[in-house]
């Protein structure tokens, strides 16, 4: 059926439903990875989003659950340009059409993806509403800013563990807490052949019972950015700050650099892909890193702060990528520390091993 895809500002973008034809809006997000649209769908930092792919082929390497990031699909829609009609690759089990259909995912193919890329990337990231073709274009944007007046920003309660949930790690290491509020199942492997035991903590654990359970080192994981319990989690992580050595992940770097004092602020667009080159401001060293993000930490706010340094920027922009306190053991990432290779494990989880074991 088809269908069209309506920006606030009122342009409008024609495309097919993929399945049953239902209305969804949200807050737009462009990825520009070639591979990973299984991972991308299952992220739970991507929940309520509107996910558009700018590759314009998708679902041509098929899908298998060992790459799902968490148990569901938690994007509100996905915008596609086409569809791949075959799927080729040794590990799938299933189509890119029959696994939407079993997550019940909204999507839409057929859109110009390039020219709405190009839109957004020149007038910043807005929302969005998708719905059957016909309807009238003036009720649409009424509900599209009704929605934007309301969409839901208490995600984390709904994708965090309900209880401590204890995950087995290699025969003997440090024990290791992470206080969930949407780790990733690519996140948990290289910890599981790192730590002793890892232990899952829901959102709300204060600071007293996250102390009590005498992890060695915590993690705070990546997770839906703006959401209204994160004042809640600042104020938990400022006040384990030097007490426990402490790794921030994507949205947990911005909450440990709210708890350091510092202060966030909004991207035009955000970094959401696999290829955001990265360098040290100390070795002028660069990496290539994958990640998902729309705001990012404010460098002048932790200016004032002669214990903490920046060690990675973005190349493209200069924003803060990473930091790292030596005195108070804190170690944090704004991009995603994904594997680099087949069982191989992340610089930054093992740096943030040896700072644990050095405690």
């Known amino acids: 059926m088809k269908g069209i895809f309506l920006l606030e500002d009122g342009q409008r973008f024609e495309g097919v439903f993929m399945g049953k034809p239902e209305e969804r809006a949200g807050e737009i997000m ?3 990875a070639v591979v990973g649209y299984q991972e991308m769908m299952t992220d739970p930092a991507n929940a309520g989003k509107i996910l558009v792919l700018t590759y314009p082929l998708i679902g041509n390497y098929g899908m298998a659950d060992r790459f799902n990031e968490s148990g569901r699909c938690w994007i509100a829609a996905l915008v596609i340009k086409e569809e791949s009609r075959i799927f080729s690759n040794w590990q799938a089990k299933s189509s890119f059409g029959d696994f939407l259909s079993s997550q019940g995912v909204v999507a839409m193919s057929e859109v110009d993806t390039r020219t709405l890329a190009v839109k957004i990337r020149d007038q910043g990231e807005m929302f969005g509403i998708l719905c059957r073709h016909g309807a009238d274009k003036e009720e649409l944007l009424k509900r599209l800013k009704e929605y934007k007046g309301k969409a839901r920003r208490d995600l984390i309660r709904q994708i965090s563990v309900k209880q401590i949930t204890e995950i087995d790690g290699k025969d003997s290491g440090p024990e290791i807490a992470i206080l969930d509020l949407g780790v990733t199942n690519s996140f948990l492997r290289p910890l599981r052949s790192l730590a002793g035991k890892i232990r899952l903590l829901p959102h709300d654990t204060d600071a007293q019972a996250i102390l009590s359970l ?11 950015e703006e959401d209204e319990v994160i004042p809640q989690v600042v104020e938990t992580v400022r006040k384990l700050i030097g007490k426990i050595p402490l ?6 770097h911005q909450i440990t650099c709210l708890a350091l004092g510092g202060e966030l602020k909004r991207m035009k667009v955000g ?3 696999a290829n955001y080159p990265v360098i040290s401001p100390s070795s002028f060293q660069g990496d290539i890193t994958v990640q998902n993000h729309s705001w990012v930490a404010d460098e002048e706010s932790l200016q004032g702060r002669s214990d903490v340094r920046i060690t990675l920027r973005n190349l493209n922009d200069r924003s803060v990528e990473e930091i790292e306190s030596a005195s108070l053991r804190i170690l944090s990432a704004q991009y995603y520390p994904i594997s680099p290779g087949i069982d191989e494990i992340h610089p930054v989880f093992e740096r943030f091993m040896r700072m644990v074991q050095d405690r």
């Open 30 to 32: 462009l990825n520009t």
């Open 214 to 224: 005498r992890p060695q080192g915590l993690i705070i994981s990546n997770g839906p």
């Open 247 to 252: 790794l921030g992940v994507s949205t947990g």
């Open 271 to 273: 970094h959401h892909g």
